[in-house]
């Protein structure tokens, strides 16, 4: 559907982001970035939408620095999290994290906020977006949730839960982006990478 027009790199090792952006036609490499975001903090220490921006920035600026990345090139970090009880919640950590986070969830709305950064290093061009989704998870007994965690499946999902997986079956309701949910808001993310001139729809013929 979209033609590149410029050398893409995403900072993430993400499956999910690089699902996103391949399905809609987008080329780019993959330089996954080395920072380690927390997996539980207070939303008192910082706002959440601020915490998104400032880890998707790190993680673009991280791989940026590392001797094989071009300079010609458009850098693209992500970063999602999970928000709930003035609680900003990454990826669970632990067995133990993992229940407690979805105790936390179960029968509930949350945010999911997803900050992005794309940026330029010749051209020193730069774009920081934040979006924002709300989520409710269906009531799940103590036996079900237990049978989620041993799936594996929340360990490497902001919040413990995938919306693309089986996890999908635990969301009642969604409001706002299903794919900033997933981990990449796409619909505003192609927007921005239109204005920039990164891609161009695909010419027919």
């Known amino acids: 559907m979209y033609e590149t027009k410029a050398n893409l790199i995403l900072a993430s090792a993400s499956p999910r982001r690089r699902e996103l952006l391949s399905r809609v036609g987008i080329k780019f490499s993959v330089i996954p970035s080395n920072f380690e975001e927390e997996s539980l903090k207070s939303c008192g220490e910082v706002k959440p939408e601020l915490y998104a921006q400032e880890c998707a920035k790190v993680k673009a600026e991280k791989v940026m620095d590392l001797p094989d990345s071009g300079r010609d090139f458009w850098f693209l970090g992500v970063d999602t999290i999970v928000v709930i009880d003035d609680l ?44 924002e ?9 103590a036996e079900e949730i237990e049978a989620y965690i041993n799936t594996d499946e929340p360990y490497d999902k902001a919040g413990g839960y995938a919306a693309q997986g089986i996890g999908a079956g635990l969301i009642e309701k969604i409001e706002g982006s299903y794919t900033n949910v997933v981990g990449l808001p796409l619909a505003e993310l192609l927007s921005d990478m239109l204005r920039l001139g990164l891609i161009e729809p695909c010419k027919q013929g």
């Open 133 to 141: 989704s709300r989520v409710l998870i269906r009531k799940m007994s």
């Open 88 to 131: 900003i919640l990454g990826k669970p950590k632990s067995k133990d994290e993992a229940r407690e986070f979805l105790n936390r969830l179960s029968g509930r709305w949350h945010k999911v906020i997803t900050g992005y950064y794309l940026y330029h290093r010749l051209k020193k061009e730069r774009v920081f977006n934040v979006v």
